[in-house]
């Protein structure tokens, strides 16, 4: 157990990964996966330097077809884009650059990565006692992670206090929000009628989903419409699923060797490229 602060960048690949590849690509027919992998490192390195990690951890996505999301609700991200032949060969690309220079990467079939980066801020907390962790992602939903010595980190660092200024809520009832209003990306439909007023407004009145549900013959005194209302007790058990999708599940395991995701700052400084 260490008794100072470590600062561990946790790296949401797959996204930082498709953006760097398409600010090449986009309109490119030759694909060039070199130059897409320097914008990546750039990204990295960005921010590497302001906060100076002594851990990174890379982490993939793999094929999720059959991950329990799926199984519990089959429309389940079916509404997005697949990923084109190339870009899937571009990670490939990545991944084995990155292992070329010895960086680590984690990718386990049939789990999410949004899975693995909420275990391991599980896992690293209880290894070390004074911990700084930054998820570097543009994935809103690693908003319930955010706590004291918890970040998201895309363009700038969100913590607790910014959080709040920008959505106006608490990171732990972002999964309430998600169910109430939906979330497209995710293809979860949300409760019709309720938009982002309407749920911040029940929200910050009644708490989470379980204190709502106990109290509906109370929304109506707070200007909630009785459609709403009957839209929340037909959707009780979707409202469950749905809580259930939006929500980490960290009752997987990791085995992870804390040594072999140490920063090689030097290695790094050299990656970078202007």
Known sequence: MFNYYKNIFLIDCTLFAYKAYYIINYKSKIKDFDKSFNVFINMIYSRYNKVNPDYIFFIFDKKNKFNYRNKIFNDYKSNRKKYSKNFKKYICFLKKRLFYFNLNIISIINIES??????????????????????????????????????????????????????????????????????????????????????????????????????????????????????LKINFYNIRIWYRLVSFNNNIHISIKINDYIFNKSLFKNLYIN
């Open 114 to 231: 949004d899975d693995v980066i909420s275990y391991l801020t599980y896992k690293l907390n209880k290894l070390f006692k004074y911990i700084y962790i930054y998820i570097l992602s543009y994935d809103k939903d690693f908003i319930q992670l955010v706590n004291n010595n918890i970040f998201i980190y895309n363009n700038s660092i969100l913590n607790v206090k910014k959080i709040y200024k920008n959505y106006g809520l608490y990171p732990y009832l972002l999964k309430d929000y998600l169910v109430l209003c939906g979330d497209r990306s995710d293809n979860i439909p949300g409760i019709k009628g309720i938009g982002k007023k309407t749920a911040l407004k029940i929200l910050n009145k009644f708490g989470d989903i379980y204190n709502i549900y106990n109290n509906l013959n109370k929304l109506k005194k707070i200007g909630i419409n009785i459609n709403i209302i009957n839209n």
